[in-house]
């Protein structure tokens, strides 16, 4: 159980694109989902908080005009990174949790790449 | 502040027992999680523990939680080949901004399994 699809898993486009990254939990209800950023050899960073029909709740110095994130189900959310530029190449990932303090269960992760 | 550490890598031979090591600052932690990251996935959640448990035991896996220290151990037991991997230590926190648990992870400890 606790199964959470991510896709796709790599994107490649050129600068100037918007790409759209699709989070679903397949077997659970998810209150609330999570969207991290990890740059090579690093750990996690969390970029954003989203409940299910609530704007989301961004980490200082992300940028919510840049990654949009629509979590308009409570088995879905996007996170949609507008006119990519190279330097937001990196691997994002999202989680999901149902109730509150159950833990969060992770996506494959996107490999997104910008020239 | 909140602030999980971990050492870098750790390196053992097939059949031996592995001891990855964690330290966390915030004493309000309600849960303490162990993931792994496979090249190039997410995170696969391993095992997790309430704050106020010393040990849990799960097949090969045991997480001892000192609460009194901050430190969290795995202990992955008959360590194979196939456990290869980064082993990322979380401490879960409620943020009542966001209104939901967050995850701070530690930087990751990679382990290489010998044959």
């Known amino acids: 159980g606790a199964v959470v699809s991510q896709h796709p898993s790599r994107v490649i486009c050129k600068s100037g694109t918007s790409v759209k990254i699709e989070c679903r939990s397949l077997d659970f209800q998810a209150t609330t989902m999570f969207w991290y950023r990890q740059f090579p050899k690093q750990s996690l960073m969390l970029m954003a908080t989203s409940n299910e029909g609530s704007k989301a709740t961004y980490e200082q110095g992300v940028e919510k005009d840049k990654f949009l994130i629509n979590h308009a189900s409570l088995t879905l959310s996007t996170l949609t990174v507008t006119s990519a530029h190279p330097e937001d190449s990196s691997f994002y990932i999202c989680?999901?949790?149902?109730?509150?303090?159950?833990?969060?269960?992770f996506g494959d992760g996107t490999r997104l790449s910008i020239l | 502040g909140e602030d999980v550490e971990q050492s870098l890598f750790l390196s053992v031979r097939e059949g031996d027992s592995s001891v990855i090591n964690c330290t966390y600052t915030?004493?309000?932690?309600?849960?303490l999680y162990w993931y792994k990251q496979e090249p190039g996935a997410g995170l696969q959640l391993l095992t997790y523990i309430f704050s106020n448990m010393d040990m849990k035991q799960d097949q090969r896996l045991t997480v001892l939680l000192n609460k009194k220290d901050k430190h969290l151990s795995l202990r992955i037991a008959d360590t194979q080949t196939g456990d290869s991997a980064i082993y990322f230590c979380?401490?879960?926190?409620?943020?009542?901004?966001?209104?939901?648990?967050?995850?701070?992870f530690g930087k990751g400890t990679k382990l290489s399994v010998i044959p």
């Open positions: 989680s999901a949790s149902g109730a509150a303090g159950e833990p969060q269960h």
């Open positions: 915030d004493s309000s932690s309600t849960y």
């Open positions: 979380a401490e879960s926190i409620l943020d009542s901004g966001a209104g939901s648990y967050q995850l701070t």
